[in-house]
């Protein structure tokens, strides 16, 4: 079986567990004030590892529940297995298992997986991006007022540092610019609406690798673009992430506020 049929069957059954979760009554525990882990971001990532492993061998798993931190490797399998973890305890139907295979630092494959509305969005490199099967794209309007543009905000937020300060000011000058914002909650989501042209662009601080590692390829499969805050290349190091249908990337990053690092 193809590899990313066989990746896809795995995201599928773990799906089941979240949906599980999702309709059951479920103990929340507090990695901090505002982020949230359950039972089942534990449960989910442990069935994935167990059955993706063994299909790639000489990668390191990279997953949010797991990793213990240090340099992100060129071959890594990212996992996510709840992205959208607050929209999970508040029962809010928007969130994904979110796995990216990287390699020699360039991802090669991704599934996005929304199982409670049943939508998988995949990708291989080169060969073009999907959502259930049928082929998406960006939708490339170049007028940034038209934009509805998606956001994130970061976790420190109650510290009222640097970050959030930053998001604050972006808002303020973006917002007069773009039709509207979204705050849906789960950013590999985040980039698949982009690349399935629901929204047009989205930037965000402080994600982790596990959190756009597959969104990424589907995005460039999709025909988007993304970059840092500075229109350069990103890479999991770089502190913001600017993600758009590519027609109004340099609007978008003219209009997000400076962001000074150190
Ligand atoms: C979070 C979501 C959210 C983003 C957060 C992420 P999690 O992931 O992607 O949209 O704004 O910064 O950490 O914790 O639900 O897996
Ligand atoms: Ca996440
Ligand atoms: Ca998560």
Redesign the pocket.
């Known amino acids: 079986m193809e590899r990313l049929k066989a990746l896809e069957n795995i995201v599928l059954e773990a799906g089941k567990i979240v949906q599980e979760g999702y309709h059951s009554n479920i103990e929340v525990s507090k990695k901090s004030p505002t982020?949230l882990v359950t039972k089942y971001d534990k449960a989910v990532e442990a069935y994935l590892i167990e059955k993706i492993a063994p299909l790639y061998s000489n990668y390191t798993i990279v997953a949010?529940e797991s990793f213990e931190g240090g340099s992100i490797p060129q071959n890594a399998i990212f996992i996510?297995p709840?992205?959208?973890?607050?929209?999970f305890v508040h029962k809010i139907p928007h969130?994904a298992i979110s796995i990216g295979i990287w390699s020699n630092g360039k991802p090669q494959e991704a599934i996005v997986y929304n199982p409670i509305l049943n939508e998988l969005y995949s990708a291989k490199r080169g060969q073009g991006a999907y959502c259930n099967g049928k082929k998406i794209q960006v939708q490339k309007d170049t007028n940034l007022q038209n934009a509805i543009i998606a956001t994130?905000?970061?976790?420190a937020k109650h510290e009222m540092g640097k970050a959030y300060w930053w998001v604050v000011k972006s808002f303020e000058s973006l917002l007069p610019k773009i039709r509207d914002i979204r705050r849906?909650?789960?950013?590999?989501l985040?980039l698949c609406y982009l690349s399935s042209g629901k929204v047009n662009g989205f930037y965000?601080i402080?994600?982790?690798p596990w959190?756009v590692a597959a969104g990424i390829l589907i995005l460039q499969e999709a025909g988007g673009e993304v970059s840092d805050i500075y229109g350069k290349a990103y890479s999991f190091e770089k502190t913001i992430i600017v993600a758009s249908n590519g027609s109004i990337h340099s609007q978008l990053l003219e209009n997000l506020a400076e962001y000074h690092d150190g």
């Open positions: 982020e949010e996510d709840i992205d959208g973890t607050t929209n969130l994130g905000f970061p976790y849906l909650g789960a950013a590999a985040d965000e402080n994600l982790k959190d």
